[in-house]
């Protein structure tokens, strides 16, 4: 019953996001609009907030940080051995496959749901999975691109280094940076301006699942071959079992468990959409995973959670 309550005001907003776009409620842009005020506003303003208050050892937990890339990282190699023994898969295609089933939605899904569950603490281990995906795990995976796709090195080396630049530049990297700063430093912050930040951050939670909720309505599905089925298994199944494997191996406790559980059953990330459709690469089949992921995840969640809950 606990979880009910729980998943339930999650998966109404999700559904409202849905319903809105199915109305024409909100016009098409309302997705990209509200992903950018997340990832632009009221993200960077609650991990300015957060980071802040907690500093750099209050984000980044080191056993939490491993087990976290370890369970990108151990999904990742299963799959693309899976897809260049069993479809011969070219290393950009293994690639693809492998973000599919590796790298979840640690944005729209996680972070507000361990918000919900957690208050701000929630950020914490949120704001952690960011910063290892988006600076160590997905700039090292796009090398791996464009090396398997261009054989200009000069090219290559000005690509991966624009990309790494895009990736520090994020809003929510520079607000963590200057809240270490201030932090370090112990620059105070007026009180109203930190009321006004988390006003800010407030919007995360509902802005994050409603936008979930639009994107649905825009995605296009192809016929479910076999290798979307395996790959959307692996990111919806043996991912959360590896992770509940991590969780007693690395003695995580409530918060950073439940952090772990719930990132290993989020959908697909929708930035690997992004990323294939730059490159021109696995684009329809990453739609089609992404979509059945996320219909996965409104069981597989629940479900993990309780499996976490009587384990603790």
């Not at 059945?292 to 069981?299: D, E, G, R, V």
Request: with cysteine; proline share 4%; hydrophobic share 60%.
């Amino acid at each position: 019953m606990y979880i009910f309550h729980i998943m339930l005001p999650i998966l109404l907003l999700v559904a409202l996001g849905w319903l809105l776009a199915k109305k024409n409620i909100l016009g098409t842009e309302a997705e990209s609009n509200l992903i950018k005020l997340v990832f632009g506003v009221s993200l960077p303003a609650i991990v300015f907030v957060v980071v802040l208050q907690n500093g750099i050892k209050g984000i980044l937990n080191l056993k939490f940080a491993i087990a976290y890339a370890l369970s990108i990282i151990i999904v990742l190699v299963i799959t693309c051995v899976i897809f260049k023994y069993w479809r011969r898969y070219n290393l950009s295609l293994q690639i693809m496959a492998g973000m599919n089933a590796a790298i979840s939605n640690s944005g729209l899904v996680a972070m507000p749901i361990l918000i919900g569950i957690f208050g701000d603490d929630g950020s914490l281990p949120a704001t952690c999975m960011l910063i290892v995906s988006i600076l160590l795990i997905i700039p090292v995976l796009i090398f791996i691109l464009e090396y398997s796709q261009n054989k200009n090195e000069v090219q290559k080396i000005v690509i991966v280094r624009n990309a790494l630049w895009q990736t520090i530049s994020q809003p929510f990297i520079l607000a963590a940076i200057v809240a270490l700063i201030f932090s370090l430093f112990s620059i105070q912050v007026p009180k109203p301006i930190l009321t006004f930040l988390n006003y800010l951050g407030e919007m995360t939670v509902p802005c994050a699942l409603i936008a979930l909720g639009l994107g649905l309505t825009k995605m296009k599905v192809i016929h479910f071959r076999t290798d979307i089925w395996i790959i959307a298994l692996l990111n919806s199944v043996i991912k959360p079992i590896i992770a509940l494997i991590l969780i007693i191996l690395f003695h995580l406790t409530t918060l950073y468990a439940t952090a772990l559980i719930v990132v290993s059953a989020a959908p697909t990330a929708n930035t690997i959409y992004l990323i294939a459709g730059k490159y021109n690469c696995y684009k329809e089949e990453t739609a089609t995973i992404t979509f059945l992921t996320t219909l996965f995840s409104i069981i597989a969640l629940p479900c993990f959670l309780i499996l976490l809950n009587l384990w603790l």
